[in-house]
């Protein structure tokens, strides 16, 4: 992608600026008076999120993060779509699907002084023939003002119906995974990825001293991330979002996290997995929303 032209198009002074990034691949930098951002149009994946005043990123992003193609960045808001976790018929396709591991690219810029909108595109021609058989549309829609909100919409282009998994993987920027708290799943059902997918029950608020791998059902449109060491809360608000994720790999080596990042992190994702197929009609569309609001105390 010719960065100079990216700008031409869809550039906006002092607002909105492409420049080549990480491995080569296009990112956006986008500021306004409200905060601001990175995104990379490989993943379609925000990098960076921090309101004007605040101190820290939201976001967690590897410092060990790997920018090449066909591989994921680790942090961030990863896209896992058409499937979350491994390839649902075994065929050695990747992990979270293909979105996140391709290019996007860019449909339409716009702002204010304190609100700026960016649209992304990702269409099945990419590398379709070892991916995903059915034609479909994908728009990825963020908003980046004072609350950070992301809405995936997904269109089957087809003449057959298609099924999908799908979620936002945010990896959440923390103080200290040992005082984190996540609310607002107390007396939820989750499958714990760590027991053979065993069903528990969620008595009280999720907090972390081990390996977290969880996929929680029927959740409620309203988390809550506590950070006391950063003084800080954040409001997970979604639409459309039955499942949610928690997940932190504790002490678990992984080539592209430092060995005390999982300190430094928690994903809390958001989105459709595991039974909650979202099945989409020819020429139907599915759309799912996330918000994120950081407050303070
Ligand atoms: O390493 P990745 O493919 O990005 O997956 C990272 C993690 O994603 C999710 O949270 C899954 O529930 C975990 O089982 C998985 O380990």
Redesign the pocket.
Known sequence: MDIDQLNISYGIQDRVSFETGNGGFPFIHIQNQSASALISLYGGQILSFKPADEKDDMLFLSKKAIYNDGE?I?GGI?VCWPWF?PDPKGLQRP??GFVRNNLWTVTATTTTDTETKISLRFTENHKKEKTWKQPFTLTLEFSIASTLSIKLITENTGEQPFSITQAF?TYFNVGDINRVQVLGLEGCAYFD?LDQGKKKMQTGIVMIGEEV?R?YEDIRNHLTLNDPTNNRRIEIVSENCRTG?V?N?WQKA?IDLDAQDYQRFV?V?TGNIAFDLVQVPPSGKNSFLTSYKILRG
Request: glycine share 6%; proline share 12%.
């Open positions: 994921a680790r990863p976790g992990n979270h993987h990825k791998d996929i994720v997940w790999p992984i994903c994702e």
